[in-house]
């Protein structure tokens, strides 16, 4: 048999197309910018397609994000997740400042795709990530763009101090109790209660973490529908903005890059407009507040005990001169009982000249009051502190209760005089002797009638 040698005929191979991808970025959400990332896009759009070797994949798109940070960028992200698919061969980007800002993030990207056979080309610069001399020009570049970045950080920081020393924040931030009309912060009722109600807790001798008890038992959350917490509870207990006050640049940007924040604690000047908006706290409780939180930091645990207040306590006001209540105990005569009523502040430091809303309030009258006003039987601490925002003394006879569901009711009240604060022991004895002495009177008129009739 003969030796026959088989040739295969060789095929051509065929040529496969690129897989090819963009990536755009614009760092600021404005209609001009807006159109920019859509000449972009459409830009890589036309110019993939129109290569024949090239397969269009798509086009990754961010905008209004920073580009000193990957971590924040879903389109990024979800290009990088689709070359660790392997659906990528080539990405087209426009310059290296539009891929990060950062240098790192940038080397990093680049040489973690570079070994998976992904290339990388930076229009601009007309650099490819898999050429010999591509790294060392990118390191350099990144650098100039990292660089850059540090001086547009620069010139917006300028910007910033420029309008904070015109009053006017960066930006409409967002904080519970308040909402933005236009460039006003108004009062928002749907949650500034909240708010009232921790400082009423917190003036009464309530603690932190026993406001978050009292919030958590009754269903109270947060905007975002989270358990209020200690820390939230804290923020807003020395946050200035609630007495109507505008604190700015309580925190800065330590590095442009990383863009991490601290507190400003004094390396940075800080600028305050005070009266810059209605509060929802009067600057009277918000200093008692702060009063309190230094004397319990100072002393610790021990300082809970020394919170003489009542449930009462910041919130009964005087309408004449706006004060809060004082409250004023004395005993009467033998007896060891302290009877308490309410006097205005003013008044008391000052006398009536200063404020002639002279009636004082029983506390014992002001309890059965408020105890009528809520509709229980008796009096419940625990009922007032949640239902009662305050209450303004108004005149000789009115009582104007204010409720934290925004409802507003007036009661005109009469003093028992110093009898409506005895307590039932001394209410008793004086009935007592009042007895006697009627009988003491009727005896008296029985033996005067007597002498009478002899006569």
């Known amino acids: 048999m003969k030796n026959v040698v088989k040739i295969e005929i ?88 539009r891929f990060a800002r950062n240098t790192l993030d940038v080397l990093n990207v680049v040489r973690d795709l570079k070994s998976k056979g992904i290339e990388v080309y930076f229009e601009k610069e007309k650099i490819s990530s898999l050429t010999k001399d591509g790294e060392v020009m990118l390191t350099l570049l990144a650098s100039f763009a990292e660089e850059e970045s540090r001086s547009i950080s620069s010139n917006v920081k300028w910007g910033t101090i420029k309008r904070f020393k015109q009053g006017i924040p960066n930006g409409k931030f967002r904080v ?7 460039d006003k912060l108004v009062i928002d009722e749907d949650t500034a209660w909240v708010i009232r109600l921790m400082f009423d807790l917190y003036l009464n001798g309530k603690s932190r973490t026993e406001i978050e008890h009292i919030l958590d038992e009754k269903g109270i959350r947060t ?22 006050d505008l604190l700015m640049q309580k925190e800065y940007v330590v590095d442009p890059i990383t863009k991490k924040h601290k507190i400003n604690r004094g390396e940075l000047p ?32 021990v300082s809970y005990t020394n919170v003489h207040t009542t449930c009462f306590t910041s919130k009964i006001k005087c309408a004449k001169c706006g004060k809060s209540y004082r409250r004023s105990g004395k005993r009467q005569g033998k007896d060891k009982h302290v009877y308490y009523t309410w006097v205005c502040r ?12 002279i009636k004082n309030i029983p506390e014992n009258e002001l309890k059965r009051i408020c105890a009528e006003v809520l509709n229980i039987q008796e009096f419940d601490e625990d009922i007032f502190k949640i ?10 006879d009115v009582l104007e209760f204010h409720f934290y569901d925004g409802n507003i009711m007036k009661i005109k009240w009469e003093s028992l005089a ?13 009935g007592e ?12 008129a029985k033996s005067y009638n007597n002498t009478s009739n002899n006569n």
């Open 270 to 301: 800080q600028y305050l407009v005070e009266d810059h908006h209605e509060p929802i706290v009067s600057k009277e409780d918000f200093a008692k507040a702060q009063e309190i939180r230094e004397m319990r930091a100072r002393l610790g645990p």
């Open 433 to 444: 002797y009042q007895s006697k002495v009627q009988k003491g009177v009727k005896k008296h």
């Open 223 to 244: 905007v975002n529908g989270k358990k209020y917490v200690d820390s939230n509870i804290a923020k807003i207990l020395r946050n200035s903005v609630y007495k109507g």
């Open 176 to 182: 519970t109790g308040y909402k933005w009309v236009d």
């Open 418 to 430: 110093r009898t409506s604060s005895w307590s039932a022991a001394r209410r008793k004895a004086w």
């Open 346 to 357: 003013t008044k008391s430091d000052k006398g009536s000249a200063y404020c002639n809303n």
């Open 387 to 396: 239902k009662i925002n305050k209450i303004v003394v108004i005149g000789e």
């Open 10 to 97: 060789k095929k051509p191979l065929i040529k496969q197309k690129r897989r090819v991808a963009a990536y755009a970025r614009v760092s600021m959400e404005t209609e001009r910018l807006h159109h920019s990332l859509s000449a972009q896009i459409s830009y890589y759009n036309s110019y993939i397609n129109s290569n024949p070797e090239w397969t269009f994949v798509g086009i990754y798109a961010d905008e209004g994000i920073s580009g000193t940070k990957t971590s924040n960028r879903l389109e990024f992200n979800r290009m990088i997740d689709d070359c660790n698919k392997g659906l990528i061969d080539l990405i087209l980007v426009k310059s290296i400042s």
